[in-house]
């Protein structure tokens, strides 16, 4: 069995699990105590993990921390290291998200940020600059916040092509630059904002989450506001898969690492009664690309269950079988390491868990 890596970023500070061979997990005691961590990130491409963490600087406010072994130390930035330029007239409130480029731009990473916008980093994850032609997008000033804020929480790129980026703007929608930020276009065709007065508009959908099929980069899922879809030309149309969940409507979805047209969802009741479908703890998965889905409950709670699981919080590692976990705000990790078949809890009584970033780290 592969050694694991788990990062779980809670209300009350980061929570990091080690998996060794034998299967056995254990957790360090909290690191950034007492502090909101929205934002984690692994990145593997340099000669070690590095570890990425969005939390609070006491010179600086809102900053990127990073560590090079694991979590032993960490390193704070001598100056802002994702700051708004002046002209701007803005100020960081949170980091939402740390997203490590692929091999192909070895040292890039993105961050998405509160206020609604995307910093680019060139050196890891030490320095960010502005992508101001997203930040200056003509449809900005029509960008309205949604109950958790306005703030670009989600970012993929292409491995076969650097200059692709999607991001996920809450709650503007889906935008897309194919020349590596220099513009943007929104990509929310046949996505639905139903508390709109048109549900059909250019932009303004409530993007809760996005994940990238590893089989076919151009197909991606989508877990809106309402509604589950599936694009399979990289976000210019949008397909509903949403029939056979107990519910569409939700906050998390993730892709396997290997198997394509496989991912997974946990949905909950409703927008007004934010608990697991019917309460019952169940992660949903799709083997065909969401032309039907399964519940997977083997391990997991059995009664009665109001763990509602965040836009962030559902992962996978790129073990075979895949590592599949969860947390929720019951303070719950949840853990499979078949690819979703069964689970064991890893952790209970943490503070409301925020995201999840889990990765192998040896062999």
Same mark, same amino acid.
């Given at each position: ?229 599936? =694009? ?9 898969? /949403?029939? /056979? ?25 409703? #927008? ?31 009664? #009665? ?30 853990? =499979? ?27």
């Amino acid at each position: 069995m592969s050694d694991v890596l788990l990062l779980a970023g809670t209300r009350k500070g980061l929570f990091i699990g080690h998996r060794g061979s034998g299967g056995r997990w254990e957790f360090d005691d909290p690191h950034f105590n007492a502090q909101a961590v929205y934002a984690v990130a692994i990145d593997r491409r340099g000669p070690v993990p590095r570890l990425l963490v969005g939390a609070d600087s006491q010179h600086w406010g809102p900053s990127v921390f990073r560590s090079d072994d694991l979590g032993e130390t960490w390193h704070e930035p001598a100056a802002p290291a994702v700051k708004f330029p002046q002209d701007t007239g803005a100020s960081l409130e949170r980091v939402w998200q740390l997203h490590p480029a692929g091999p192909e731009a070895p040292d890039v990473v993105y961050a998405g940020t509160e206020p609604a916008a995307l910093f680019r980093s060139a050196d890891r994850g030490e320095t960010f600059d502005l992508v101001r032609p997203l930040w200056e997008h003509s449809s900005r000033k029509s960008w309205v916040p949604g109950g958790g804020g306005e703030a670009v929480h989600t970012v993929i790129t292409d491995a076969e092509r650097p200059e692709a980026v999607t991001v996920a703007v809450s709650t503007a929608g889906v935008f897309r630059t194919e020349d590596g930020g220099a513009s943007w276009s929104p990509s929310n065709e046949g996505v639905s904002a139903v508390f709109l007065p048109d549900p059909h508009p250019e932009f303004g959908q409530c993007v809760h989450k996005i994940a990238q099929d590893p089989g076919d980069r151009d197909r991606l899922y989508l877990q809106n506001h309402w509604g589950v879809y599936r =694009s399979d030309d990289a976000g210019a149309r949008w397909t509903d898969i /949403g029939a /056979g969940l107990p519910s569409d409507f939700g906050f998390a979805v993730a892709a396997h690492p290997h198997h394509p047209d496989t991912a997974y969802v946990f949905p909950l009741n409703a #927008d007004s009664d934010r608990v697991p479908a019917e309460r019952r703890c169940r992660v949903f998965r799709t083997r065909d690309a969401g032309a039907s889905w399964e519940p997977l409950t083997a391990g997991l709670p059995s009664g #009665d269950h109001y763990g509602t699981v965040l836009r962030d919080a559902l992962c996978t590692d790129d073990g075979e079988p895949a590592g599949i976990y969860f947390g929720n705000r019951n303070g719950e990790l949840y853990a =499979s390491a078949d690819d979703g078949d069964t689970w064991r809890q890893l952790a209970s009584h943490l503070p409301d868990v925020l995201c999840v970033r889990a990765a192998v780290i040896g062999q």
